[in-house]
């Protein structure tokens, strides 16, 4: 029997919803019923609609064609603040966060207590505390979010939803940045949220949490409702054929590594994270060509300064760095990318594209110098728009123009624009980190078989990821981190999960027992 009561009326439906832009149609006459104490799972490629559609449910565009009722009658919602003051809030894929501003300060903004006719911060803030206690979303409510490493961002986003007693929450991609310790937690405050009759859109690529979550599970595809169906009735397997349109392979698919040469040897690596701490203690390890060596790693212990560090973002001492057999010691990110070294950063939006610039221009943010596009300070734009075009159809980015603004893409056409700009520079050592963050199931298929195939034409990778299934999957070599350090380093093949996930929380290194899984 399900939690919620399906025979009385939908606290929100939408009705045969159309939204066109110039090229595309996003949404397609599509319908979808919730009801209250329901959790609705949106499943669908990038760019199947799914963002769109919740857009307009939260006011942001308004549909070309359809309507929008909540409690059985018709609204109009002229923007966001209509949308949250009828009680739908939403926790967007992309934050939408002031930097400058601490934690409390963003999640009260737009309806913040007020003390005579001043804003009563310590009220404020006292109460995010508590909400951020309440839920198990620890973060420092008076730290600055520019100081903020991604997943405790995501945090203040959902905050921010909490804090406004939403009726309906959507959730975009609300797990695309948290470990999995994390995520586990969320998916508990989502059911309470449903148990105390809050009716829940959740949207994510990641089918064990929609399998594990949802009571109705919708697939779209190419901006079409292509299905409905629940948990009991379908299977991992299931929902990505329902998604892709086509059989998807769920695990990596790669041959034993050959490794060869070192492309990337650390030694002595300190990187210091702020106000004098220490972020990353003392580490030294090796890349060989032929092999993907993979940091596993509850976000926040350091993983992301030392991408940072040897990919020229971040100062830091070392006793050495070398990188395709040359000294790399304090150079700059350009000058990491003219040794062979592509990059894929854990933050597309800060680091990966220019949001502003094509999409042809995006594709050679790092290369714009070289012979082939520019002579003599004169842009060769065929050339670019050559190389766009090629990229675009390789790596499936779905856009109707080369020239549409990187910024006008889903959240993992961006991703796939910055695989591609990366493994198209044919990398000797390529530094991926969150390869695969708010992908699809057929994007991550792909992804992972380029980054396969990297590395069988001879590049050393290093993989780092919050996704532990991911790191397993696809790594050679293990290497676990905790508090800034390497704290072991295991074979790949046959690696157990349930001990690595000890070592990531900073237990022992015991051995692995009969009773664990892999």
Known sequence: MPSYDPTGTPVLEARGITKRFPGVVANNNVSLTIHKGQIVGLLGENGAGKSTLVKMIYGLYEPDEGEILMNGSQIALKGPRDAIRRGIGMVHQHFQLVPVFTVAENVILGDEPHKSVFVNMKKATAEVARLSEEYGLKVDVNAKVEDLPVGAQQRVEILKALYRKAEILIMDEPTAVLTPQETDELLKVMRGFADNGVAVIFITHKLREVLALADTIEVLRGGEVVGTTTPDETDQAGLAQMMVGRSVLLRVDKKPAMPKDVVLD????NVDGGLGLPAVSDVSFSVKAGEIVGIAGVEGNGQRELVEALTGLRKYEATSVMMNGSDALGLSPHDVHDLGVGHVPEDREKDGVVGQYSIADNMVLNRFDEKEFASKGVRNSK?????????????????????????SLSGGNKQKVVIARELAADPRLLIASQPTRGVD???????????????????????????????IGLSDRILVMYDGRIVAELDGEGADRNRIGRLMAGGEDTPPSSTDSA
């Open 266 to 269: 650390v030694q002595g690596l």
């Open 383 to 407: 050339a670019v728009n050559n190389l766009a075009t090629e990229l675009v159809e390789d790596y499936d980015v779905r856009t109707p123009s080369i020239q549409t603004s990187a910024q």
């Open 441 to 471: 199931v057929g994007s991550i298929e792909f992804i992972h078989s380029q980054i396969v195939k990297a590395r069988d034409g001879g590049a050393g990778v290093l993989l780092i990821s919050a996704e532990l299934d991911e790191v």
